[in-house]
């Protein structure tokens, strides 16, 4: 199975500064037509998830453009340019270009 | 964000078979761009995917289950279900039921998905 490997594990934020996650995976995930299907998506607390990004820079309708995604072959990246209160919770990878789909262990977004 | 409220009894006993449905809007069910999954969270953990179903009935399950999933489909009710057998305190867990938009064509269905729309969950405990 693809291992997703998420880090930090825990992320501490001011209110207002960045936040970068990462999400390393253990095989590329670019699949035959071209496209790579990593997603992220945030749990806030108590809540179900929510889809923020799909295929590594899509954002989904409604989420701010304050998140964005970005990567290639192996490397992830989603960022927070400005961390706000209702940022809090815990973010996730996750993907499907190959059998099994996998997620990321998940990243706790916290503000200082 | 689309209604998914997900049902089913909260508490099940050892070896026994958890059951769940997911209510859908009337009429999304047979929209030939999605196809339906299950997810679960156990206690303080991360996320695993169950499977996820095509109106048709054709299915994908996750291989870590060994075989103990079973997903159905009714599209008269506007309704998919989980079954999942010989549990074990090991499945105690929130599950959640989703939609799952594929772009069809270039991909089969068991990859190239995403899930768009989540259900609130629901707690399933596996207890005597």
């Known amino acids: 199975d693809v291992v997703l490997t998420q880090s930090p594990l825990s992320l501490p934020v001011t209110l207002g500064q960045p936040a970068s996650i990462s999400c390393r995976s253990s095989h590329g995930l670019a699949y035959g037509d071209g496209n790579t299907y990593l997603s992220w998506f945030q749990q806030r607390p108590g809540q179900s998830p929510r889809r923020l990004i799909y295929k590594v820079s899509n954002r989904d309708s409604g989420v701010p453009d304050r998140f964005s995604g970005s990567g290639s072959g192996t490397d992830f990246t989603l960022k927070i340019s400005r961390v706000e209160a209702e940022d809090v919770g815990v973010y996730y990878c996750?993907?499907?270009?190959?059998?099994?789909?996998?997620f990321g262990q998940g990243t706790k977004v916290e503000i200082k | 964000q689309l209604q998914l409220p997900e049902s089913g009894p909260g508490l099940v006993k050892p070896s026994e078979t958890l059951s769940l449905s997911c209510s859908v809007p009337p009429g999304s069910i047979t929209n030939n761009n999605y196809y339906w999954g299950w997810i679960r969270q156990p206690p303080g953990k991360g996320l695993e995917y169950i499977g996820h179903i095509y109106y048709t009935g054709s299915a994908y399950y996750n291989p870590s289950l060994k075989g103990r999933v079973t997903l159905s489909i009714d599209t008269s009710k506007n309704q998919f279900s989980l079954r999942l057998s010989s549990v074990t305190a090991a499945d105690t867990a929130v599950y959640y039921c989703a939609r799952v938009p594929h772009p069809l064509g270039s991909c089969s269905g068991a990859t190239c998905f995403s899930f768009d729309s989540w259900g609130p969950g629901i707690v399933a405990t596996v207890s005597s």
């Open positions: 996750m993907q499907s270009t190959r059998w099994p789909p996998t």
